[in-house]
């Protein structure tokens, strides 16, 4: 599964995916606070399906 963390204490446009059992995160960054929201209402709406899917 991948987990998705909206929020990095650093920086308002940055967020991080991390695969369970893993490490490993990558940490992305928007060019800006709109970008962000629509990457992760995108990421968000995958990652649900990918719950469905699994459940």
Known sequence: YL???EH???DP???V???RGS???LTLQAAN???KKEWVQSIR???DMQ???LT
């Open 3 to 5: 987990s998705m963390e």
């Open 8 to 10: 990095v204490e650093s």
């Open 13 to 15: 446009c940055k967020f």
């Open 17 to 19: 995916l991390s695969s």
């Open 23 to 25: 490490s490993e995160r």
């Open 33 to 35: 606070i709109d970008i």
């Open 45 to 47: 709406e995958l990652l």
């Open 51 to 53: 719950i469905n899917f």
